[in-house]
Nanobody, 123 residues
Framework: QVQLVESGGGSVQAGGSLRLSCVAS??????MGWFRQAPGKEREGIAT???????RVADSVKGRFTISRDNAKNTLYLHMDNLKPEDSAMYYC???????????????????WGQGTQVTVSS
């Protein structure tokens, strides 16, 4: 099992930036990811990364969001630039199932979740 704690959320104006962090403890996983969920909407995969530094970013945020990880610190980051009101959501860090090797953006490929951190973007 992996314990995940997110931080870095907050309220910003459109066009602003935020960096989310997720500290993982317990047995590490190859694939880690960020998801978000707005009220009344399905959970959406945003970005994933493996231990080697390969990444995948959803088309909806490509060019604005960057995922990175520091394996030595067991920390996953999501740097968000040019934020838009539609980016407002609860953001979750997740650890992929232990056998996951591909950069999935599907929530059912992830078994451990943080408590979430709220991001609110005002126009």
């Amino acid at each position: 099992q992996v314990q995940l704690v997110e931080s870095g959320g907050g309220s910003v104006q459109a066009g602003g930036s935020l960096r989310l962090s997720c500290v993982a403890s317990g047995k590490s996983r190859n694939v880690m990811g960020w998801f978000r969920q707005a009220p009344g909407k399905e959970r959406e995969g945003i970005a994933t990364s493996d231990r080697d530094g390969s990444t995948r970013v959803a088309d909806s945020v490509k060019g604005r969001f960057t995922i990175s990880r520091d394996n030595a610190k067991n920390t996953l980051y999501l740097h968000m630039d040019n934020l838009k009101p539609e980016d407002s959501a609860m953001y979750y860090c997740a650890a992929g199932v232990w056998w996951l090797e591909r950069l999935s953006l599907r929530s059912f490929d992830f078994s451990d979740w943080g408590q979430g951190t709220q991001v609110t973007v005002s126009s």
